[in-house]
């Protein structure tokens, strides 16, 4: 199924970009983290605060396998640690074209100043974490992606305009 799938960092624009992609290409948009927290009736932090990580990475797959079964082509925004998974690795690839939204950790940092939302970047030195878990990420990211965009130094236009040229 051609869905168009986009990976990448915490605060790299796979929500925003993908809202933008869907009405441009007609197509309707799946959040997995909007559609995991629908599904549990709670936030993606309250998820991790009651139920671990290791739970939502569950829920992240079997996200991943219903799209699997949908017959709908769809523009499809994933949470950042989603492709790490081995299982949800071989998923992606049959899901369709993976675009990673490829940003530095600096413009991450910047983005997500005073975020709350991010289990996995709060405590102390945040920029340490996003540092250290860009680099464990980055060659899975690279690996997966059928397209990559480097978004750091483009307007919000621009990352629309060069996944649209590149996706068929
Ligand atoms: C996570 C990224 C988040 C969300 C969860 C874990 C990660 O999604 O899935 O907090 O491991 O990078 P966004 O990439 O949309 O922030």
Same mark, same amino acid.
Not at 24 to 46: H, N, P, W, Y
């Given at each position: 199924?051609?869905? +168009?799938?986009? +990976?990448?960092?915490?605060?790299?624009?796979?929500?925003?970009?993908?809202?933008?992609?869907?009405?441009? #290409?007609?197509?309707?948009?799946?959040?997995?983290?909007?559609?995991?927290?629908?599904?549990?009736? #709670?936030? !993606?932090?309250?998820?991790?605060?009651?139920?671990?990580?290791?739970?939502?990475?569950?829920? $992240?797959? $079997?996200?991943?396998?219903?799209?699997?079964?949908?017959?709908?082509?769809? +523009?499809?925004?994933?949470?950042?640690?989603?492709?790490?998974?081995?299982?949800?690795?071989?998923?992606?690839?049959?899901?369709?074209?993976?675009?990673?939204?490829?940003?530095?950790?600096?413009?991450?940092?910047?983005?997500?100043?005073?975020?709350?939302?991010?289990?996995?970047?709060?405590?102390?030195?945040?920029?340490?974490?996003?540092?250290?878990?860009?680099?464990?990420?980055?060659?899975?990211?690279?690996?997966?992606?059928?397209?990559?965009?480097?978004?750091?130094?483009?307007?919000?236009?621009? !990352?629309?305009?060069?996944?649209?040229?590149?996706?068929?």
């Amino acid at each position: 199924m051609n869905n +168009i799938i986009l +990976i990448g960092f915490m605060g790299c624009g796979k929500s925003s970009i993908g809202v933008r992609l869907s009405y441009g #290409c007609k197509l309707t948009m799946v959040d997995t983290d909007a559609e995991i927290e629908r599904q549990q009736g #709670c936030s !993606i932090s309250e998820l991790f605060a009651s139920k671990g990580e290791a739970y939502f990475r569950q829920l $992240e797959t $079997e996200c991943l396998n219903k799209l699997l079964q949908d017959k709908e082509r769809h +523009i499809i925004s994933t949470g950042g640690g989603l492709p790490l998974r081995k299982e949800n690795q071989e998923l992606l690839s049959q899901l369709g074209t993976v675009v990673y939204l490829r940003v530095k950790p600096e413009t991450v940092v910047e983005r997500l100043k005073g975020d709350k939302s991010r289990p996995l970047l709060q405590g102390d030195n945040p920029q340490e974490k996003v540092r250290k878990l860009l680099s464990e990420r980055k060659e899975t990211y690279e690996r997966l992606a059928d397209i990559i965009v480097d978004v750091d130094q483009l307007s919000f236009e621009q !990352i629309v305009e060069q996944i649209t040229r590149q996706i068929v």
